[in-house]
């Protein structure tokens, strides 16, 4: 979610192999051989094979073989240019899915119960994005049982005032909402937080610090509406700490990006919209 409407929460072509017509076999080229003896154009009788030039060469391909994989299976010279670029780079494992599962509990509708761990780490901050991108963000009692839920009772108690005050009528009533965050009879009001992956800044027994980043979702869909649904592009990194038996937010903060290049389909209907929102539902995430 928001997202930069939302207040309040701080600062494979194919290649030449597969032209049937660009191998050199497409010629259909034909070999005479010409008869054996003194008629040779070439003069003389055909000399006998050279076995040791042949002993020659395959040695050869042997040599160049073996060198070959020894290049390719070469281990971690540490001194060496290559592997100190490669070192650099995150290994396959910091992107790719754990396999842990989701938390089975909740608390308010909201995931909780998150393991004392940097994965769990990870998957608490991704699901409060969710929570703290989502529609009950818009309506004062959905929103302070969201910061009760997902934030320390500390960080809790200093962030509902402001947000109050942020939300005002005035602000709902530019995302087309009235002063209680309701959407207008026939319109579907949208927000969401769609996150693309994290990253683990810090972590402690006791305390972490990840990013999330993600897409979102906003805007008013419906006939006449003015804030038509849109896109964005976020990172919002969050301050965990381990309070009682869970992950709680201490603070957070987002920024711009990172943002593709925008794709060229063409956007939907207000319909389409409306409707899709109604018929998908969200998920519970683990890292």
């Not at 494979?12 to 497409?26: H, I």
């Not at 154009?41 to 160049?64: E, K, Q, W």
């Not at 992107?95 to 995931?111: L, R």
């Given at each position: ?10 600062g ?7 032209d ?11 070999r ?5 003896g003194?008629?040779?154009i070439y003069?003389?009788a ?12 395959v ?5 160049l073989?073996?060198?070959a ?7 971690g ?5 290559s592997d ?5 780079k995150?290994?396959a494992?910091?992107t ?17 119960g998150?393991p004392?761990?940097e ?8 699901n409060y994005a ?6 009950g963000?818009?309506n ?11 934030y ?7 962030l509902k005032?402001p947000?109050?005050a942020?939300?005002s009528a ?10 209680d965050?309701?959407?207008p ?19 402690r ?9 993600y897409?979102?979702l906003i805007?008013?869909?419906g006939?006449?509406s ?7 592009w976020k990172?919002?990194t969050?301050?965990?700490?381990w ?5 709680k ?14 794709g060229?389909?063409a ?5 389409a ?15």
């Amino acid at each position: 979610m928001s997202f930069d409407d939302e207040p309040g929460h701080g600062g494979g072509d194919p290649g030449p192999a597969d032209d049937r017509f660009s191998t050199l076999g497409g010629t259909r080229q034909t070999r005479t051989r010409l008869p054996e003896g003194t008629g040779d154009i070439y003069g003389g009788a055909r000399r006998p094979p050279r076995n040791n030039r042949s002993l020659v060469m395959v040695v050869g391909v042997v040599v160049l073989l073996v060198a070959a994989i020894a290049f390719a299976n070469r281990g971690g010279d540490s001194g060496s240019t290559s592997d100190a670029g490669n070192a650099k780079k995150p290994d396959a494992q910091s992107t790719a899915a754990t396999g842990t599962k989701p938390v089975d509990g909740k608390q308010a509708g909201i995931a909780s119960g998150f393991p004392q761990t940097e994965q769990g780490a990870q998957s608490a901050a991704t699901n409060y994005a969710v929570v703290l991108g989502s529609t009950g963000m818009f309506n004062r009692d959905g929103r302070h049982q969201i910061v009760d839920t997902v934030y320390t009772a500390d960080a809790a108690a200093k962030l509902k005032g402001p947000q109050d005050a942020a939300y005002s009528a005035d602000f709902l009533k530019r995302m087309g909402l009235d002063a209680d965050g309701r959407t207008p009879p026939g319109n579907t009001f949208v927000s969401r937080t769609i996150p693309v992956g994290t990253k683990v800044q810090e972590y402690r027994a006791d305390s972490a610090k990840v990013a999330v980043w993600y897409t979102g979702l906003i805007g008013m869909s419906g006939p006449g509406s003015t804030d038509p649904v849109r896109t964005t592009w976020k990172t919002w990194t969050f301050s965990l700490q381990w309070s009682g038996s869970d992950w709680k937010i201490t603070d957070d903060s987002q920024i711009d990006g990172p943002a593709p290049v925008p794709g060229d389909m063409a956007a939907s209907s207000a319909d389409a919209i409306s409707k899709a929102v109604e018929e998908y539902g969200g998920f519970t995430y683990a890292r």
